[in-house]
């Protein structure tokens, strides 16, 4: 496949960004990948296993001559790390990033972009528990979506060629309004890890039970919250305080239906249950006919990682 960018700069490099080079390197999507962290010990271990083709030292040198920046730095950075890289963008250049917030991004970072730059936001709906330059694989994005959400005046030139890219690694596109984007991620991400998060602190703080035997009997469900709330404490802070809006707001929802089912529970209400229960097993069967996960006891993730389904 014919090159879409001649120069990629990637800001960050974790799971997301280290994805994206696998995946582009693999197809020929760039002519070059170049990628930068703060972290000297990240840009050691990039260039070490050969995450990009060349691991810059610093901003202005990562983004030198770069047709497509990718800001995969958290939330919270974004504004910052846009301020840095304006003065050395090359005219046309185009500027997107990967957060899971899209209204704060966009008032922290477009005031940086200068004109004749382009900047899509964007949201790639895919990922795992686990963070740092190690942690990418090629087939990250595959069958999942990426939402972009272009600010008002958006070349759709760029916007197409930015589309390309994304589908060139496997994802599929869609378009969305950002203040939608945000409520629509606070139902199905933010609020989840959230209550992920406070599930496991509860464990953490019941004193009845102790340390080793909530390791040791943990069953399905508490396994699973273990594993959502292992994800990067830094990411989620910048999540929660950029999105705070939206996920208050859903989890006043959720807090209104767990009344409901404590209400239930307590008056032994076992046909209200069943109905719920019921109704909402649909959802999770929804997820798999559309694709985003298969029926396996893991969720389908070491597939996903290109490995055998664990038994």
Known sequence: MAAIYDRVALIGLGLIAGSMSLAMREAGLAGEVVGHARSPETRAVAAEIGLVDRVAESVAEAVEGADLVVLAVPVGA???????????????????????????????????????????????????????????????FRNRWWL???????????????????RAMG??????????????????????????????????????????????????????????AASDPTMWRDVFLQNKEAVLDILGRFTEELFVLQRAIRM?????????????????????????????????RSLAAGEAPKP
């Open 148 to 166: 972009l959400t272009p600010v008002e005046g958006s070349d759709p030139a760029a916007v197409a060629r930015l589309s390309a890219l994304i």
């Open 78 to 140: 974004m504004g910052a790390v846009a301020a840095e890289i304006a003065p050395h963008l090359k005219p046309g250049a185009t500027v997107t990033d990967v957060g899971s917030v899209k209204q704060a991004v966009i008032e922290a970072v477009a005031p940086h972009i200068p004109a004749g730059a382009h900047f899509i936001p964007g949201h790639p709906l895919a990922g795992t528990e686990h963070s740092g330059p190690r942690s990418g694989f090629a087939s990250l």
């Open 268 to 300: 032994g209400d076992g046909a209200h249950l069943h109905d719920y229960f019921t109704r909402t097993r649909a959802i999770r069967r929804g997820i798999i006919e559309a694709g985003q996960d298969i029926a396996a006891p893991d969720f389908g």
């Open 171 to 228: 994802a599929n596109v869609e378009e969305m309004d950002a203040a939608h984007h945000d409520l629509v991620l606070a139902v199905t991400s933010h609020t989840p890890h959230l209550i992920a998060y406070t599930m496991v602190g509860v464990a953490d703080h019941l004193k009845r039970v102790t340390e080793s035997e909530v390791i040791k009997y943990s069953a399905a469900g508490f396994r699973d919250f273990t594993r959502i």
